[in-house]
């Protein structure tokens, strides 16, 4: 798994059957790739919209129509598309009443997504739709200025002082390389607070402090 400076959110695709069996498995793997991919915030939102998106195939086109999930970043977006051979059948925006049991999938999908649409091609259409992220890039991180910061100094280390793996020098790091640039980092910062005078262990202790108070305060992504 690539992370910590700069997340690769690669593309991925599914093949499935438009039955509605389907949906809960849709739902589980959304959460799992989102959870994966660091995206917490919009699995809730983007399991709604895979459902709602399969369930309109189901309805319109037809139970066991071949069909396609297709998730990728659109810059900061999360892009979600359902992909199926019927370029006849297209979905409508229907506001339809609370009692009604038609027509409200892609209400919920316009009052869930930040944009949506439909592309016709030359053997299928595409139904999609974009959730915003909260990310700064698509490769970002949504914790805040502080790991942003973090991130920018574990560059430095991977691209200098510790002699890395030569992996290591690419615009994102894997986890293990990072940590061990990140544990280089505190190092160093030990190093400089003995040089300076200063209680190596007690600023670890009050750093620890500092840290576990803002987390349970949930200040843990703050400036």
Request: hydrophobic share 45%.
């Amino acid at each position: 798994m690539d992370c910590i400076a700069g997340l690769l959110r690669k593309p991925w695709d599914l093949s499935f059957v438009a039955e509605p069996e389907e949906i809960a498995g849709l739902r589980r793997i959304m959460r799992l790739h989102l959870g994966l991919w660091g995206l917490h915030e919009v699995i809730d939102a983007a399991q709604l919209c895979v459902s709602e998106l399969a369930s309109n195939v189901i309805t319109h086109v037809g139970v066991g129509t071949p069909t396609t999930l297709a998730v990728s970043m659109s810059g900061a977006r999360l892009r979600i598309e359902v992909h199926d051979p019927d370029t006849r059948a297209l979905p409508t925006l229907v506001h339809a009443g609370s009692d009604s049991e038609n027509g409200r999938g892609m209400a919920l999908v316009d009052a869930t997504a930040d944009h949506w649409g439909v592309q016709l091609r030359a053997d299928r259409k595409v139904t999609w739709c974009e959730l915003e992220t909260g990310l700064a890039s698509a490769n970002g991180h949504c914790g805040g200025t502080r790991v942003t910061r973090v991130e920018a100094m574990l560059r430095l280390y991977g691209n200098g002082r510790t002699k890395l793996p030569q992996a290591a020098r690419s615009h994102a790091l894997t986890a293990t390389v990072a940590e061990v640039a990140a544990i280089a980092m505190i190092a160093d910062l030990l190093h400089w607070l003995r040089a300076h005078g200063c209680d190596a262990d007690e600023a670890l202790d009050r750093a620890q402090i500092h840290f576990e108070a803002e987390i349970a305060e949930g200040h843990g992504h703050s400036a």
